[in-house]
């Protein structure tokens, strides 16, 4: 595949299927900053901020979560997201931690 093709495939997937740059990277075998490239050459507008938002289930889950004591880490795994939005929302919600019943990182 040469450039013009690349830059066209990549616009079609970005524009019309509406994929980000790294999921057009793993699909087309290209680097998503390669991938941002292309579409730059294809003269394609790239878009604005996240294209994904938290639904309000994931975020009362991860409210409760919080409220029980879990670590962002644990709160994702059992969400089955990134760790990312629960650090984004845990200020947010600003909900206080059960720290009772977890075991102490200190020895006894």
């Not at 990277?25 to 680097?31: A, E, N, S």
Request: charged share 30%; glycine share 10%.
């Amino acid at each position: 595949m040469n450039d013009g093709e690349e830059c066209a495939r990549c616009a079609q997937l970005y524009v019309e299927e509406r994929l980000s740059c790294p999921a057009i990277g793993r699909r087309v075998g290209l680097h998503p900053v390669t991938v941002r490239q292309r579409l730059d050459a294809a003269g394609v507008r790239r878009r604005k901020g996240r294209s994904r938002q938290t639904d309000p289930a994931t975020i009362a889950a991860i409210a409760a979560l919080t409220a029980q004591g879990l670590a962002q880490r644990e709160i994702a795994a059992r969400l089955g997201v990134s760790h990312v939005p629960v650090g984004r929302w845990q200020p947010r919600l600003r909900v206080a931690r059960d720290f009772t019943g977890r075991k102490s990182n200190e020895g006894d």
